[in-house]
């Protein structure tokens, strides 16, 4: 038993924020149909790899636990397979720049209008309304008007963006726990909902803290680096043989550091006495630091402090990543048979539930592999899914797969 049996998603999201939402979603037991043009999510032509060119990483990166159907909703029988799915769904999800639902009569009021207890949840780059609401949102552009870049980054090269796609993955987390809400609070109402979820919402509401810096004081933080604005030891320093993270968050952590490394006399040093202290005198700090740090390497040092309770850890790569024996133990790295991968390797879900856990049911699904099986199911007959076809309403049957795909 899941925690989602039984409930049905329609996602008509393509790229990464509506289909991550709608992932997490299916991990954890939700029916989704993933509603694709006739040529697919562009997601899967976005590989490193030309023989992965349709079935990319990028795709299987956020689809798994889906069914595919290829219909062409510019198409008025196309929108009418929308339809009636939704009519016996519970969610609906989608991306489309506002106004663009509506128009294709796929809105949250002409759906709701035919289930009221269907959730729908209209993901956007700036919001369904307001002076920006008809733009393009990417996560490179949420990123930067979030003000999240303007505080990543080092000195010499000014604002950076994270290396993920973290404005669209926040957003894709923000819309899961919006639905769940609307959900919970159907089962009071007896009523759906409409949610929505902006991408520059959800990376200007990360901010906690650094939003805290500048109220307090109205000026604006610059960019952070690798040290924490506001405590000390608490960033990247260097060992015999590289870098690593050193993360002494409190008073206690930061005389144990002292222990550790042979001078208990620092933790009664007037200039850091207390976080506040080390802040403002960090430069000197480092100093102290970074010369004490050279008798061992970064392995050393990772072992060394974390068993005396001070908290730090290597910088890895992604390769060490996979390799690491926590990261491993966690099932953070799965992989699933797949007929065009062999097998797929796929990320683990990062919440585990003791009673009703996460499951890995579908691999990433071929394009419109569950077209037919899913229109059966809606209530069309074997002629009238072979009348669509050949009209070009949905989908050819997807490409043929491999015979013979390796066991799990």
């Known amino acids: 038993m899941r925690p989602l049996d039984g409930f049905r998603v329609v996602d008509l999201t393509r790229f990464l924020a509506g289909p991550y939402c709608t992932q997490e979603l299916g991990d954890f037991g939700a029916d989704v149909i993933k509603i694709e043009a006739r040529d697919g999510d562009p997601s899967r032509y976005q590989s490193l790899r030309p023989d992965l060119v349709g079935d990319s990483y990028f795709f299987a990166a956020a689809n798994r636990n889906k069914r595919s159907v ?97 404005a669209d993955l926040t957003c894709a987390m923000t819309a899961c726990r919006g639905i769940l809400f609307a959900l919970l609070a159907r089962e009071r109402t007896g009523k759906g909902q409409e949610v929505r979820v902006a991408i520059l919402d959800s990376m200007v509401a990360l901010l906690t803290w650094s939003a805290g810096m500048y109220f307090e004081t109205g000026a604006p933080p610059g960019v952070a680096g690798n040290h924490h604005p506001l405590s000390a030891p608490f960033g990247v320093y260097q060992a015999k043989d590289g870098p690593f993270n050193l993360a002494a968050g409190n008073e206690r952590m930061w005389e144990r550091l002292c222990e550790t490394l042979g001078r208990p006399e620092l933790a009664s040093d ?78 683990g879900m990062p919440i585990k539930l003791s009673g009703t856990p996460g499951e890995f049911r579908l691999p990433p699904p071929l394009l419109g592999e569950h077209t037919d099986e899913v229109l059966r199911e809606a209530g069309y007959t074997a002629e009238a899914i072979a009348e669509m076809r050949a009209s070009g309403v949905v989908g050819p049957l997807p490409h043929a797969a491999a015979e013979d795909s390796p066991a799990t």
């Open 70 to 166: 290829a219909v062409d909703v510019r198409t008025e029988a196309g929108r009418e397979i929308i339809r009636r799915l939704a009519r016996r769904a519970d969610v609906v999800v989608e991306n489309f720049r506002p106004g663009v639902a509506d128009r294709l009569g796929l809105g949250s009021e002409t759906l709701r209008a035919d289930n009221p207890r269907l959730v729908y949840c209209s993901v956007t780059g700036f919001g369904n309304t307001g002076p920006y609401s008809q733009r393009p949102g990417f996560d490179q552009v949420g990123q930067g008007m979030s003000g999240f870049m303007s505080i990543t980054g080092q000195e010499p090269t000014g604002p950076t963006r994270a290396g993920i796609a973290l």
């Open 270 to 347: 007037p200039r850091f006495r207390t976080t506040n202290d080390r802040v403002a005198h960090r430069p000197e700090l480092d100093a102290i630091l970074t010369e004490a740090f050279q008798a061992r390497t970064r392995a050393e040092w990772v072992a060394y402090l974390n068993e005396r309770g001070v908290a730090c850890g290597p910088i890895y790569n992604l390769a060490e990543v996979f390799e690491d024996p926590q990261v491993r133990h966690q099932r953070m790295l799965v992989e699933m048979p797949h007929p065009v991968h062999g097998r797929v390797k796929l990320l």
